[in-house]
């Protein structure tokens, strides 16, 4: 599989750094010198990714003022997810849905990140785990959330297939809100234990990828998603139990 080229590269990463950042339609990016040291690109391979995402409207170029935030209609993937979004807030159950197009998305871009992986993609998959550990140490759930998805999609970049990233970028608030709601549920009862082992898996599927192991990474991406379901089953097991247990001390004061 071809990687993709570097102003598909860069168009992908100007698209995390909205993202990240939260900009809104009309909101205006930084100077092309100040994203290109960001991004750590050349100015050329920056000006061509921006005039790809001009020409699909995510981004607008005006002449003597400078880049902006553009207003658009969603691409067809983006369309394809969005439905989702209701699903999740109205039935959480759809989460394990979630989980198991994570599982047949992820496997792959584990096996093929632990295969192509560049200098670049190591160093950014290591600063989004550090990230995420300078986040849980904080106590800052929100951020720790985002950072936990963003290394998965740092993995999914790095498997260097236009394809996988493309959906797993489209899946990225999709992919975050489920990521949040995952850490909160799993932490309710057990949250020492729980972070250590989510913390040791993200950890043991980033060095298989640095070390190169196709056959590992996609093992340890495998065990994370096993367990993080595990512990949401649990987690759904013991709301349930809480709430039969309420009903039942409801219905014994009535009956007293």
Request: charged share 25%.
């Amino acid at each position: 599989m071809p990687a993709l080229r570097l102003s598909d590269r860069v168009a992908q990463q100007l698209l995390e750094l909205i993202q990240n950042t939260q900009l809104q339609s009309g909101d205006k990016l930084p100077t092309e010198r100040a994203l290109a040291e960001q991004l750590g690109v050349s100015r050329t391979a920056l000006r061509e990714a921006i005039q790809k995402l001009a020409s699909r409207g995510v981004l607008e170029s005006r002449v003597g003022a400078g880049t902006f935030v553009g207003s658009r209609q969603p691409l067809w993937h983006e369309q394809a997810v969005a439905p989702l979004e209701s699903l999740l807030r109205d039935d959480p159950q759809y989460r394990y849905d979630v989980l198991e197009a994570r599982q047949a998305l992820e496997l792959s871009t584990a096996w093929y990140a632990a295969q192509r992986a560049t200098d670049k993609d190591r160093d950014r998959i290591r600063r989004c785990f550090d990230d995420m550990l300078r986040h849980q140490q904080a106590h800052d759930a929100a951020s720790a959330a985002r950072s936990d998805a963003q290394f998965h999609l740092a993995i999914a970049e790095a498997s260097h297939n236009a394809v996988l990233v493309q959906l797993m970028g489209s899946l990225f608030e999709l992919v975050l809100g489920t990521v949040a709601q995952n850490r909160r549920l799993m932490f309710v009862h057990d949250d020492l234990s729980t972070l250590e082992h989510l913390t040791a898996q993200h950890q043991n599927l980033m060095q298989a990828i640095v070390d190169g192991d196709p056959e590992q990474a996609r093992s340890a991406i495998g065990q994370h998603l096993a367990y993080v379901h595990d512990k949401l089953s649990e987690s759904d097991a013991e709301a349930a139990r809480r709430k039969r247990l309420d009903r039942f001390s409801s219905s014994a004061v009535i009956f007293s």
